[in-house]
């Protein structure tokens, strides 16, 4: 068989009932954390409300969304900006089940699993350095209230951020870039071997609602699949094994 045939293939909707049958969920063990425990100091950022949107018409936010690949470099973009951009890609509304085995986020995943953590390069936003900080959302379940973790330095922002996206250096003007890593084992706990088809269905609702949020606050993005699996996971502090770096997307303000 071709590797497209397995491709093809790997896409389609195998049998769950089996499978999860023998998951660890099953056999009841406990359910993995729902974020990365932080390390270091959270931030909480300024809050968002609804004066900071800029596109309130659902039907003007899908008429006018098209990917932005043209920053204007000295644009900021604000904490609420940033608040709500993390916010509406992986916030967590309230936990389900008795034993708070599940999330409910304003993106819907599968078994609400939501294995992903968001982590946002900064070049450019009010009040924070310039670096790679990490979403917590288990900081403020409940509320709009955004909490990061700085994570990280980079020594060239423009060279490393450009070479994190293989070569894309439109990207490296763009005042913050989000990179969505997957955590597979908080989908494999239920879903075992064929949790990975559900994580990539997952992952596009997390984008589209990045992109969508983006649009609402007057600003642009551009989601990319294609990025340096191994500076990305090294930058960003990731293992490679049971987390790694699935999907990019660049946000801020067009240029001219």
């Not at 043209?70 to 604000?78: E, G, I, L, S, V």
């Not at 589209?208 to 642009?220: H, K, P, R, T």
């Amino acid at each position: 068989m071709s590797k497209i045939h397995e491709n093809r293939d790997f896409m389609k909707c195998p049998s769950f009932a089996g499978e999860m049958a023998k998951s660890d969920q099953a056999l009841g063990v406990a359910h993995p954390p729902h974020n990365l425990p932080p390390k270091g100091e959270l931030i909480t950022l300024d809050a968002f409300d609804s004066a900071i949107i800029a596109n309130d018409s659902y039907t003007n936010q899908l008429d006018i969304r098209r990917s932005l690949r043209a920053y204007d470099p000295d644009a900021a973009m604000t904490q609420a900006q940033l608040a709500f951009m993390l916010w509406s890609a992986q916030g967590i509304q309230e936990f389900r089940g008795p034993t708070g085995a599940s999330s409910l986020r304003p993106a819907p995943s599968g078994g609400a699993r939501h294995p992903f953590e968001l982590y946002a390069a900064v070049r450019n936003v009010d009040g924070l350095a310039q670096g790679i900080y990490r979403y917590v959302p288990t900081a403020n379940v409940g509320s709009k209230a955004v909490a990061i973790e700085h994570v990280g330095d980079f020594d060239n922002y423009p060279e490393q951020l450009s070479a994190m996206v293989v070569g894309q250096k439109w990207a490296a003007d763009a005042p913050v870039v989000l990179f969505l890593s997957c955590v597979a084992y908080r989908a494999e706990w239920r879903y075992r071997e064929l949790a990975h088809r559900v994580v990539l269905i997952d992952l596009g609702h997390v984008g589209q609602n990045i992109m969508l949020s983006a649009v609402a606050l007057g600003l642009g993005s551009c989601c990319m699949a294609a990025y340096n699996q191994a500076i990305c996971d090294e930058i960003l502090g990731l293992d490679g094994t049971d987390e790694y770096t699935v999907y990019v997307v660049s946000v801020g303000a067009a240029k001219g």
